[in-house]
């Protein structure tokens, strides 16, 4: 057993196969970020100028314009949104901020942003000595996996100072069976 699939099945609980299955499925095919130049559909830009309110005091509106996707082609694929911050780390303990990234609806349009709750001021660390050196690297906290739709912007609400990190995922071709136990 793998590791991997050890931390699957520790996650999932009595859903271990169906979660490893699902897990082997995402994780085989993780696509790389999108370029930034890439063809970005006119709508999504059209739709976030009219529909997406500005943030609230204290927050900033990130926004992920995502590479444009034919109608049923998009079907294929996911995108992880990730909120962290960008901080100086030890450089041995493993750091991360707690929170949660919740669904907000924009009344009267049909579409919803993302808000990130929680406290991004000091990450949780694990304790482990040794020699440190001061390393600059992304902390992460709250994630979702969300429906890919280049016809809308991803906007994302984060606290003054937090960055918002992305990438797609892309589902392997076909199905496989379940087994019955």
């Known amino acids: 057993m793998t590791l991997e699939s050890r931390r699957s099945r520790r996650r999932c609980g009595p859903m271990s196969v169906a979660c490893a299955a699902f897990a082997m499925f995402w994780a085989t095919s993780s696509a790389p970020a999108a370029d930034p130049s890439a063809d970005v559909d ?10 997406y309110p500005k943030p609230p005091e204290g ?18 694929f996911q995108v992880e949104i990730v909120v962290g911050k960008s901080i100086v780390t030890d450089g041995v303990n493993s750091y991360g901020f707690g929170g949660e990234l919740r669904e907000v609806d ?6 919803s942003y993302w808000q990130a709750e929680g406290k991004f001021d000091s990450p949780t660390q694990t304790l482990i000595g040794g020699p440190t050196t001061p390393t600059p690297r992304f902390v992460a906290g709250p994630s979702r996996l969300v429906r ?3 016809r809308l912007p991803l906007v994302v609400m984060v606290p003054e100072g937090c960055e918002v990190r992305w990438r797609t995922w892309k589902a392997a071709e076909g199905f496989a069976p379940a087994e019955s136990r």
């Open 42 to 51: 006119p709508g999504a830009i059209k739709n976030l100028e009219a529909a």
């Open 59 to 76: 927050m900033e509106r990130k926004v992920i314009l995502l590479p444009h996707k034919e109608r049923g082609e998009d079907d294929d």
């Open 106 to 111: 924009i009344p009267g349009w049909g579409f």
């Open 148 to 150: 890919y739709n280049s």
